[in-house]
């Protein structure tokens, strides 16, 4: 995986994917963790973003569908007195959660029994503690688009 720590200051590379079922989207959370996040994980080195984000949906929740390049966020953010940078390729992709065994109301993730994954009501994402506001911003204004935006967030 994609880290890299010197001193007080954290960079890691990320695939993630925003995942709908109609009203609702798909959010994960690790237990112990404060944050709700988008579902995928750090890019391994000599994988594309692409690759990184399918192979972690099919490692995470068994979900095999293609996946399409909606945002490029770069975060720049300090929690708990770390400085953290943060390049997170985001895809899009829509899916029956029948299809998937997904349509519990908590799911646990496939290999890892520490991560949960919750489907959430857009209208309800200001009840949801998420690491970044600019995904919850995303989500709450999705339009589909297959345009590629890049997004600067810095706290």
């Known amino acids: 995986m994609l880290v890299i720590e010197k001193d007080n200051n ?14 609702k989207v798909l959010l994960h959370k690790r237990d112990g963790y404060k944050y709700w996040i988008l579902p995928g994980g750090r890019v391994e080195m000599g994988e594309c973003t692409k690759e990184s984000i399918k192979r972690e949906l099919k490692e ?26 943060e390049l997170n390729f985001c895809y ?38 998420l690491k970044s506001n600019t995904i919850k911003n995303i989500l709450k204004t999705h339009n589909n688009t297959k345009e590629v ?7």
């Open 10 to 23: 954290k960079f890691s590379f990320r695939a993630s994917a925003i995942i709908f079922n109609k009203d």
């Open 60 to 85: 995470e929740l068994n979900i095999t569908e293609d996946v399409y390049l909606n945002y490029i966020i770069e975060s720049f953010k300090n929690i708990d007195n770390k400085n953290y940078h």
């Open 92 to 129: 899009y992709l829509e899916i029956d959660p029948k299809k998937y065994n997904l349509d519990k109301e908590v799911i646990t993730g496939l290999d890892d029994k520490k991560d949960k994954f919750k489907w959430i009501k857009i209208t309800e994402l200001d009840n949801y503690n």
């Open 149 to 155: 935006k890049h997004l600067i967030e810095k706290n």
